[in-house]
C-alpha cells in the first residue's frame, strides 16, 4: 500500500473538477482519480451594506465612517474598483464619494483591530434630486465584489421672505414709491440669488440689490421701488 498526497491550493473562490491518472507498470488502462474540490476564498462584510444619508444640501461637503471586517478564515486585501450603473453595466470613478483609503489589507485578527478598516468617506453632490450609488470594491481571490449602498436626496438652498406680498395702494404718477422686503438664507450653503419681474415690461419696478450671495442663516433688505408711468391697477 502506498499513500499518496495530494495538495490543493486554489487561486480563486470556485468549483475545481479534475482528474488525475496513474499509470502502473504492466497495465495496460490507467487508473484515474476523479478530484474535486472549492476553493473559499477571502471573505469581508461592511459594518453597513446601505447608507441611507437622507436629505442633503447640493454643494456642502458631509463626511461618514463606514467600518469593513474580515469574516473569513484566512487574510484578505481590497482594493476600491468605482460606481456601479446599472443602466449601462459599467463602472467608474464617483462624482459623489470620495474614499480613504482605496485599498488595504486585512488581517484575521491576531492583533488587536487588525482584522478591519475605517473608511473615512466624503461626499459632495453636484446636482439636485434623489439618487442610489452602488460602490463596488474588488476583494482580491473572490469573484463575488464587495457592495456598498448609498442613497439619499440632494436638495437645494431653502430661503424665506418676511412678506408674502408687496401692496403699494394708491400711488401718484411718476412718483418713487419703495418697500422693504427681508430675504432669509435658511438653508446649510451659500446662496446665489438673482431677482426679476418677468412681467415688468415698462421698467417701473427697481429691485436693490437684484443679484448678489447670501451666506448661511444670514438676511439681506431688499428695496422694491416702484414708479408708475401708466395710470391702471396693477
Known amino acids: 500500500i502506498i499513500e499518496c498526497f ?5 487561486i480563486i473562490a470556485q468549483h475545481y473538477h479534475t482528474i488525475a491518472y496513474c499509470q502502473v507498470t504492466g497495465r495496460d488502462q490507467l487508473l484515474a482519480l476523479d478530484i474535486k474540490g472549492c476553493g473559499i476564498g477571502p471573505q469581508a462584510k461592511f459594518s453597513q451594506s446601505t447608507i441611507d444619508i437622507g436629505r442633503v444640501f447640493l454643494n456642502k461637503e458631509y463626511h461618514y465612517e463606514v467600518i469593513l471586517m474580515n469574516n473569513g478564515d484566512i487574510e484578505a486585501d481590497f482594493t476600491l474598483k468605482g ?3 446599472h443602466h449601462t453595466n459599467t463602472i ?13 489589507h486585512l488581517g484575521i485578527g491576531k492583533n488587536l483591530n487588525d482584522d478591519q478598516i475605517i473608511f473615512n468617506i466624503n461626499f459632495k453632490a453636484p446636482m439636485v434630486g434623489d439618487f442610489t450609488e452602488i460602490i463596488h470594491f474588488t476583494l ?13 436626496k440632494v436638495i437645494g438652498p431653502t430661503f424665506t421672505f418676511n412678506q408674502s406680498y ?9 412718483c418713487l414709491n419703495r418697500q422693504i422686503l427681508t430675504f432669509t438664507n435658511t438653508s446649510d450653503i451659500t446662496l446665489d440669488y438673482r431677482f426679476r419681474i418677468p412681467q415688468d415690461m415698462d421698467q417701473e419696478f427697481h429691485i436693490i440689490p437684484s443679484r448678489g450671495s447670501l451666506n448661511a ?3 439681506i433688505d431688499i428695496y422694491v421701488e416702484f414708479t408708475s408711468y401708466t395710470v391702471k391697477r396693477y
Open 92 to 104: 467608474s470613478s464617483s462624482n459623489r464619494f470620495e474614499f480613504m483609503p482605496t485599498s488595504g
Open 83 to 85: 460606481s456601479y450603473n
Open 6 to 10: 495530494t495538495l490543493f491550493k486554489p
Open 166 to 174: 408687496l401692496s403699494y395702494g394708491i400711488v401718484s404718477y411718476g
Open 140 to 152: 482580491h481571490g473572490n469573484l463575488k465584489p464587495l457592495v456598498l449602498t448609498f442613497k439619499g
Open 217 to 219: 442663516g444670514d438676511s
